[in-house]
């Protein structure tokens, strides 16, 4: 092997620990690091930059079937953003997701941080019951939405059946515009809960044993246990949990599409269901992308909300 | 110790790195070349496609079949590509935006002309698709603005199914004007089972099974909120309170009402002949069918016409589109569609086919007079049907959930026209 490789100018003046040739060997050294990113760098542009920043300007075209053919969209100004946000049914849907989501949230967190902190005791079949607890996850969310849609059946389904026999059979599940919503919060709830109980539990299995032991030392009920320091040494994983909670259930679409259509009377409607109609239903593209874009710009929100709350725990 | 040697194997790393840079940047390209390209095949001489939703086993294979003899009849290859029903317009639009149409796309007949206004489908008349023996009803189901673009080979309808035994059982007739299906209805009414059911759903299905009551009642599509429209709404509302249809009809698709039919949950129901082939498949359930009642005596029963239309999408290639259309005649030949017909329990689209199939099945042939004056959804207002469709479902929903029909139809009217 050479030893004398580095000649010219550059290697006047180099001593033992530095490049003989410093400016090159940065710009080699950069070179090779943007190599590395360069593919995550493309695959982010393409996949997430190129959709985004279509849809924020599709969201200022008039793009209706005919673009398919003509590749033409004529720029149409703010009409389509005055349209949505002049419509009720924006309104509506927009209030709808926010109930459904937040409804979502407590409904699955709670009950997912119980079971969490049930499992974390050791007892016989615990691990059996806590692979069984997956299996809504497991279940596509589609096949979710029909099974269910049969069982809140007014009057053939399940549900009802069993509650009659405590005489309250005659709950209309999905066909009353004041319940549906409800009815469709518990079935996501329904849904999330083993995503909660998983992540929780996986936290909550970290969390060190010396703090519980001097805390029992100290007399601390369960009660003040959980809340002085189970609740604040999980708090990192809470945050995971409760936003990408977040960004998964305000998107919601598939299992509103199978158990209700967005109805009765649109009042399941949600900013997904009214993009999606929007976009592939009424085939005016430019009118469901400002929906979307909206959709996009609340789950950013939150995506900072994130990003901080993740910077503060490291600090 | 050299000053040298820690940097020694540098240059032979940085030979070494770069081709895994090449590589990495290389198969960064691939990825995007392939995000990029996926369109713009070029068609295979010979081999023709058609786009439809025969996605149901039983529909895949009867077009199968009915494809391969067109393909021997005529000497070349046509294959089928089968979708989700609701995603033939979305599929056939992303293709035409990657020039890779296919020479047949089979719509549904609302959504026909969404896609004709784009001024992407051929006059089949042009291109020799002949309509002589297509009955005017059908070719108005076919044409949009005027123009023939989508040949139908059959079509269906809407009618009332009734369950032979229980109405013979409780001695009552079955009903051919409101009033009488009404108190029908109710006479049927017992413990878990309703007299009729019917689908109310929030989607096309619902709307659908409104237009015979809105029609036949005189009621029209362009005035949502006038008096007739009103009054087919509260005949729906009377049936719900009187108890006689369940509250989850607004629930139901077309496929629920029947099973709810199959069973027993329900005396009669409206439905279209498409579900005979799963209703024969219990044996114990006698059922009939006859015209959906009409609001008085001696009217008409408008129903609305349903069914696939083959249409022939503009791919800038003469010959091949002169190709598609004999595909097209003889997929919509007399004997082509009897055998359709016999297959999907639909009725032939050709006068005469439908004269052969009248004879075959009796029992049907109350459905071929319903299609004879039956209507198209998207004769008068052409591709602004999704928006009077989406409109109408929330309204009916609304009147069913208990808003009043008047005021629910006036603001569909009022959502209908703010969307133009």
Redesign the interface.
């Known amino acids: 092997m050479s030893t004398t490789t580095v000649p010219g100018p550059a290697a006047i003046g180099s001593t033992a620990e530095t490049a003989p040739d410093p400016a090159r060997t940065r710009r080699r050294r950069t070179l090779a690091q943007w190599g590395f990113v360069a593919p995550a760098v493309l695959f982010m542009l393409l996949f997430f930059g190129y959709p985004l920043v279509r849809n924020i300007v599709m969201s200022f075209q008039h793009y209706t079937p005919s673009t398919f053919f003509t590749g033409k969209a004529p720029f149409n100004g703010l009409d389509n953003w005055r349209n949505v946000f002049g419509d009720d049914l924006f309104g509506k849907a927009l209030w709808q997701t926010i109930v459904f989501t937040i409804g979502s949230l407590i409904g699955q967190f709670c009950i997912g941080l119980g079971l969490a902190v049930f499992f974390n005791r050791r007892f016989p079949l615990g691990g059996v019951l806590r692979a069984l607890m997956l299996l809504p996850w497991l279940v596509p969310m589609v096949v979710s939405g029909i099974v269910w849609r049969r069982i809140l059946d007014q009057d053939t389904g399940v549900l009802n059946s069993f509650l009659g026999l405590f005489g309250i059979g005659h709950t209309p599940w999905l066909t009353s515009t004041h319940v549906a919503l409800l009815a469709v919060t518990l079935v996501n709830i329904w849904i999330g809960i083993p995503f909660n109980t998983v992540i929780l539990y996986g936290g909550l299995q970290e969390l060190p044993r010396e703090v519980y032991e001097a805390a029992s030392l100290d007399g601390a009920s369960a009660w003040r246990t959980f809340r002085s320091i189970t609740l604040p040494l999980l708090r990192p994983v809470v945050t995971v949990v409760l936003v990408l909670g977040f960004m998964s259930t305000v998107k919601i679409l598939d299992l509103v599409l199978a158990l209700t259509d967005g109805g009765p009377a649109d009042s399941t409607q949600t900013l997904g269901t009214l993009t999606y109609q929007d976009s592939f239903v009424q085939l005016d593209f430019g009118t469901g992308a400002v929906v979307g874009n909206v959709l996009v710009l609340i789950s950013a929100v939150f995506a900072v909300f994130y990003l901080r709350a993740n910077r503060n725990e490291g600090k | 110790m050299?000053?040298?040697?820690p940097?020694?194997?540098?240059?032979r790393r940085?030979r070494a790195?770069r081709p895994?840079?090449v590589a990495?940047?290389a198969?960064?390209a691939v990825?995007?070349g392939a995000?990029l390209a996926g369109c713009g095949q070029s068609r295979d001489p010979g081999v023709y496609t058609v786009l439809n939703s025969s996605t149901d086993d039983s529909y895949h294979s009867w077009d199968a079949a009915t494809l391969e003899r067109c393909s021997k009849r005529l000497g070349v290859t046509v294959r089928q590509q089968s979708v989700p029903a609701?995603q033939v317009?979305?599929r056939s639009?992303?293709m035409?935006?990657s020039k890779s149409l296919p020479d047949i796309i089979q719509f549904d007949g609302s959504e026909m002309p969404?896609?004709a206004?784009?001024?992407?489908l051929l006059d089949l008349r042009k291109l020799g698709v002949d309509t002589t023996d297509v009955p005017q009803g059908i070719v108005d189901y076919g044409s949009y603005k005027g123009t023939y673009y989508g040949a139908a080979r059959t079509v269906n309808t809407l009618a009332l199914f009734y369950n032979k035994d229980v109405l013979e059982k409780a001695g009552v007739k079955v009903p051919t004007t409101w009033d009488e299906m009404r108190e029908t209805a109710r006479r049927l009414t017992q413990g878990?089972r309703?007299g009729i059911a019917l689908s109310a759903?929030?989607?096309e299905d619902g709307v659908y099974q409104f237009t015979p009551f809105m029609w036949s009642n005189g009621g029209d599509e362009t005035h949502l909120d006038s008096p007739q429209v009103v009054q087919a709404l509260d005949y729906w509302k009377s049936l719900l309170s009187d108890g006689s249809l369940?509250?989850?009809?607004?629930?139901w698709t077309q496929a629920d009402v029947n099973d709810?039919f199959m069973?027993g949950?329900a005396a009669m129901m409206i439905n279209g002949p498409w579900q005979v082939e799963t209703l024969d498949t219990k044996k114990s359930l006698h059922w009939g069918i006859a015209q959906i009642p009409v609001p008085r005596a001696g009217e008409d029963s408008v129903g609305p016409l349903g069914g696939g239309e083959l249409t022939i999408p503009d791919i800038g290639d003469t010959a091949r589109e002169k190709t598609s259309a004999q595909i097209v005649n003889c997929l919509t030949s007399e004997q082509e569609e009897v055998t359709y017909a016999l297959n999907s329990w639909m009725i032939p689209a050709n006068r005469k086919a439908a004269a052969i199939w009248r004879k075959k099945v009796p029992s049907l042939s109350s459905l071929a007079d319903q299609v004879a004056v039956a209507r198209s959804r998207t004769a008068e207002v052409g591709s602004g049907w999704?928006?009077v469709s989406?409109a109408l479902?929330?309204?009916f929903?609304?009147a069913?959930?208990?808003?009043s029909s008047a005021s629910?139809l006036k603001h569909a009217q009022a959502r209908v026209e703010?969307g133009k």
């Open positions: 050299t000053a040298h040697p940097n020694g194997p540098w240059p940085r790195r895994v840079l990495l940047t198969a960064s990825v995007a995000a609701d317009m979305t639009l992303r035409a935006s969404a896609f206004e784009t001024g992407g878990h309703y759903g929030g989607a369940s509250k989850s009809t607004i629930n709810q069973a949950n999704t928006s989406l479902q929330s309204a929903q609304s069913l959930t208990g808003q629910a703010s």
